[in-house]
């Protein structure tokens, strides 16, 4: 018998059973889901609100008046890439770390990056703080559940991934009216620092809920997870990296832009955050619902529908300059593209198997993090005049267009790949 079990037989016939022992596998499972949905919720609901904070740095009142749009969205850009980008810090973290430990680790760095922020006046250092360190440390709370959770989830595993990411959404919608009445009430140093409070007591009990499949790996990891080098070097894991990393950079285009690109067709400034809220409300809603049928009519293909459906969005209804079209987009697209991001994980165990998606999830949300720098700052170079009317956001949109319409027949791509590897199934 292991010492490990043997010691836990012991402190089981003295009453000392470690807390987690007693829980089943189900009750495990709902736990990191709750976590996820947390994570998600803080970690993603400030990012997808970023714009809020980036409008008012813009205005004459902000601390960065006077800069151009492309580089002030560098700061959210760079606290989202980072999030996604540093799985390898997460990786070697864990070699030495428990999930608790570096998701407790990680919340406190946040709220430090939004305190540190609120004492920003220059653009480097809202870069260093609010976007730096906020990354650096939303990657350590962000990824630990999204990594963990699939394991314990087979024929329900889509609509599980779909609470845990509707997190981003849910985050979106209650964030972005707070963030606004925040800096309207208290000014913009106060909405940084209380901000960070109300993140950081969320997240650090959030830590205790997650618990690692493999029960050897409860406490530390001593051999992290490595990647297949024949996965690796397969067309579909190319593939899937290329769709996933191109999705990425166009996917927070609009959320970046949409309150801007609200007031040139005339509407308010706070309307613009409750567009930014709209959206996000329905990119929950849709993640669940979405997940509930793919466990039903196949993951794989509803990634593939919901890439097309949100390359139609753009080119359809944000390209044409007016109110009506733009408030269809920002529900249309919150349906389109949400779905995406749970759905993209989930696929990763049914197309490299279980055994390898922690080391490949570990990679995907890496190249997530690449294609996250080719979104918004160019799109905001993009942007041709400053005081921008609608038709200034042209060049940046049909870019966003080209951006999901390659990540489609990316995806589109494994997925003829896998139903011919498996004799043309309709249900994938």
């Known amino acids: 018998m292991k010492d490990s079990e043997q010691e836990q037989m012991e402190m089981a016939a003295q009453g000392r059973l470690p807390s987690n022992q007693g829980l089943s596998s189900r009750q495990k499972g709902y736990m990191i889901v709750a976590a996820g949905f947390i994570a998600n919720f803080f970690v993603f609901g400030f990012a997808f609100t970023f714009g809020v904070f980036q409008d008012f740095y813009l205005s004459q009142s902000g601390p960065l008046s006077g800069r151009s749009t492309s580089s002030v969205s560098v700061i959210g850009t760079v606290a989202t890439a980072l999030t996604y980008m540093l799985t390898l810090l997460n990786t070697g973290l864990s070699a030495y770390f428990s999930v608790r430990q570096i ?17 920003a006046h220059e653009l480097w250092q809202f870069s260093l703080s609010q976007g730096l360190l906020f990354g650096i440390g939303g990657s350590m709370v962000y990824l630990p559940p999204v990594v963990h959770a699939p394991p314990y989830f087979t024929s329900h595993r889509g609509i599980a991934m779909g ?8 985050g979106g919608l209650a964030l972005a009216p707070l963030t606004r009445y925040l800096i309207t009430k208290f000014g913009w140093q106060w909405a940084l620092r209380i901000c960070g409070i109300i993140g950081f007591a969320a997240l650090a009990p959030a830590s205790l809920l997650v618990h690692p499949y493999d029960r050897t790996a409860a406490a530390k990891v001593k051999n992290p997870p490595r990647l297949n080098l024949k996965v690796m070097t397969s ?23 949409m309150s801007s690109y609200a007031q040139t067709l005339g509407f308010t400034y706070n309307q613009g955050a409750v567009f930014i809220g709209i959206n996000n409300t329905v990119n929950a809603l849709s993640k669940v619902v979405v997940g509930f049928f793919s466990d039903r009519f196949g993951r794989l293909n509803m990634l593939v529908i919901c890439g097309l459906l949100s390359c139609i969005t753009i080119f359809a209804l944000w390209l044409v300059t007016t109110r009506g079209a733009f408030i269809a987009f920002v529900i249309c697209y919150g349906v389109a593209s949400g779905p995406i991001v749970s759905l993209l994980p989930t696929c990763m165990a049914e197309l490299f198997g279980v055994q390898n998606y922690q080391a490949t999830s570990w990679f995907l949300y890496f190249c997530r993090g690449i294609g996250t720098f080719l979104g918004s700052p160019i799109a905001g170079l993009l942007i041709s005049n400053k005081n921008a009317r609608a038709a200034d956001y042209r060049n940046a949109i049909v870019y966003n267009g080209v951006l999901f319409a390659v990540s489609f027949f990316c995806l589109c791509w494994v997925r003829f790949r896998e139903a011919y590897n498996s004799g043309w199934k309709i249900k994938q």
């Open 103 to 119: 998701m407790l680790s990680g919340a406190i760095l946040m709220s430090l990056g939004f305190i540190a922020a609120s004492f």
């Open 163 to 170: 609470l845990l990411f509707s997190g981003t959404g849910a």
């Open 235 to 257: 067309d579909k894991f190319i593939l899937h990296m290329m769709g996933a990393s191109l999705q990425s950079a166009g996917y927070l285009i609009p959320t970046y832009f």
